[in-house]
């Protein structure tokens, strides 16, 4: 079946530092989502990439998806203490029926003041 | 606040136990999931329904069960409960069925004794 792979799996920075997390897929995605779920909270929806190679930023969150659409990367720049979370990608292979997206593992990121 | 509602917030109770999880979806959702979430399996999907009729189906056990009743809210049931269902069970709604962002509620913290 769709797998989802997220790398890393934790991730420590100084307050300050940059943050990649990847995404990759072991099939060809319809489209990306992004959701982030804070510390004892649930996961909430970032943002969905569906064009191949497109990019979209919110404030310091830069979203890629990949030329193949089998991978996609979320940066922030110069990370907060209010960034601190898991952050996961989820997507579906193309064909039809309902849009249940395969979840990754997620990136915990942890924020040192 | 994601407009989605779960009931009880913890649940805590012994194997071979029932439990019934109830979810109330955002207002004009017409579509709710069933996600659990441990430590060990991130995220998996588990149901789907859609305006009373079940969509599709994940890692479900046969021992879970799940409805969508005419109002909309949906129900887990939960049955013979074992340790390994000790987790964190969301649900999630969207108003169709095709390619949109979930929106999670707070979620249920199932605890097996």
């Known amino acids: 079946g769709q797998q989802v792979m997220q790398i890393p799996q934790y991730q420590h920075v100084q307050e300050g530092e940059d943050f990649t997390t990847y995404c990759n897929s072991s099939?060809?995605?319809?489209?990306i989502q992004w959701y982030k779920q804070r510390p004892g909270g649930h996961p909430v929806f970032l943002i969905q990439l569906v064009k191949s190679g497109e990019v979209k930023k919110q404030k310091r969150l830069t979203f890629q998806f990949g030329e193949a659409k089998k991978n996609s990367s979320l940066h922030i720049t110069a990370t907060q203490t209010t960034d601190v979370g898991t952050y996961f990608c989820?997507?579906?292979?193309?064909?039809?029926?309902?849009?249940?997206?395969?979840f990754g593992r997620g990136t915990s990121l942890i924020v040192h003041p | 606040d994601s407009g989605v509602t779960q009931t009880p917030k913890h649940l805590i109770t012994a194997t071979g136990q029932r439990v019934t999880l109830r979810c109330s979806p955002r207002s004009g959702d017409l579509s709710v999931y069933w996600y659990q979430q441990s430590l060990d399996q991130g995220l998996q999907f588990l149901i789907q329904?859609?305006?009373?009729?079940?969509?599709a189906k994940g890692n479900i056990l046969e021992r879970f069960s799940a409805q969508q009743f005419p109002d909309l809210h949906s129900e887990l049931n939960l049955s013979s409960l074992e340790l390994g269902d000790s987790a964190l069970y969301f649900c999630a709604s969207s108003d169709g069925t095709g390619v949109q962002p979930q929106h999670f509620g707070d979620g249920t913290r199932l605890s097996i004794l």
């Open positions: 329904y859609y305006n009373g009729e079940e969509r």
């Open positions: 989820a997507g579906k292979a193309g064909g039809g029926g309902s849009y249940i997206p395969t």
């Open positions: 099939t060809t995605l319809s489209n």
